[in-house]
């Protein structure tokens, strides 16, 4: 059984950071790209970031390209997402998922993914 679960989610001021992590077990981690997608309330959920399966190539959409960073660890199963000048804007649920699809070229689309967490809940004060 695939299980998906992030965590480092919280309330933090303007101009500050997070750390998200994603922990995939269940399932041959390495075989998948990986991606977060964030939903502000009221708002489609939106591919950010993706990252390859060997962590060679990444994607990140304009809204965070260089503020926001992706990582994974292979070896211990885990995604990351560095957050640094975090804005109000970026309010919203964060959400890990694996699939078998990426491209450099574009947003990771939520049909190109399979496996999914319950999602981190990140909010920036101003």
């Known amino acids: 059984q695939v299980q998906v679960v992030e965590s480092g989610g919280g309330l933090v001021q303007a101009g500050g950071s997070l750390r998200l992590s994603c922990t995939a077990s269940g399932l041959t981690f390495d075989d998948y790209a990986m991606a977060w997608f964030r939903q502000a309330p009221g708002k489609e959920r939106e591919g950010i970031s993706c990252?390859?399966?060997?962590?060679?190539?990444?994607y990140y959409a304009d809204s965070v390209k260089g503020r926001f960073t992706i990582s994974r660890d292979n070896a211990k199963k885990t995604l990351y997402l560095q957050m640094n000048s975090l804005k109000p804007e970026d309010t919203a649920m964060y959400y890990c998922a694996a699939g078998v699809y990426y491209s450099e070229y574009r947003p990771p689309r939520k049909n190109e993914y399979n496996y999914w967490g319950q999602g981190t809940q990140v909010t920036v004060s101003s």
């Open positions: 990252i390859k399966w060997g962590g060679d190539s990444t």
